[in-house]
């Protein structure tokens, strides 16, 4: 081979090698896509807390909004509620809930648990709502009638990991004509009468 052709090889070998190596790194940057994807997908997992209103179990969610996690913060949480324009049931919270990194905004629907940024209450839709703003943030959805959410006057949440309380067992009441067994206890020992040191006892009586 001929020193003018020799020498085009050599200096074309860099630059082939460059190519290859961001062929490569390219090739790995598209296989690690599908997981960013589905790691993003999993924020979107809602959270199951559990509801009662005046006195009946509800079964609800939350969304994984940093608003909805900030609110999931103050529970456990027992509301009065009240009526606002035919539409929602309304109670104040204690503080105001962070709306940093809130998604899009969207129209509330039917059983929508929902927070309103200006006046930081918390709204619970029996009705379906207005046109979408930015003000109103979904926080979940409760799954109930919009007769039984509209004529509600107190609400608990809780957080559904917490785990309940069993009820205590009944005392069991003894059986008539018996009485409960006594605790065990040390064994019974009979104290001896006391004597005279002089050898005889003391007179008794007159």
């Not at 599908?34 to 997992?45: I, L, V």
């Not at 129209?107 to 379906?128: E, H, T, V």
Request: hydrophobic share 35%.
């Amino acid at each position: 081979m001929n020193s003018p052709v020799r020498g085009a090889l050599i200096r074309a070998a860099p630059a082939a090698a460059l190519v290859l190596t961001v062929s490569a790194c390219s090739s790995d940057a598209q296989k690690a896509t599908p997981a960013t994807m589905s790691s993003a997908s999993d924020r979107n997992t809602p959270m199951d807390i559990r509801v009662t209103l005046d006195g009946r179990p509800v079964d609800a969610t939350l969304n994984e909004s940093p608003t909805a996690r900030d609110f999931a913060a103050l529970l456990p949480l027992t509301l009065g509620l009240q009526d606002f324009h035919g539409t929602e049931r309304v109670a104040d919270l204690p503080r105001k809930l962070d709306t940093s990194g809130a998604p899009e905004p969207a129209a509330a629907q039917i059983g929508d648990i929902a927070y309103y940024a200006p006046w930081g209450n918390l709204a619970l839709f029996y009705q379906n709502g207005p046109t979408a703003s930015a003000d109103l943030l979904i926080l979940g959805h409760l799954d109930i009638s919009a007769d039984q959410l509209g004529s509600a006057t107190r609400i608990t949440i809780e957080a559904a990991s917490w785990p309940r309380l069993p009820p205590e067992p009944p005392t069991p009441s003894p059986a008539p004509g018996s009485w409960p067994s006594a605790p065990p206890g040390p064994a019974y020992r009979a104290t001896p009468p006391r004597r005279c040191p002089h050898g005889t006892d003391p007179p008794r009586g007159p």
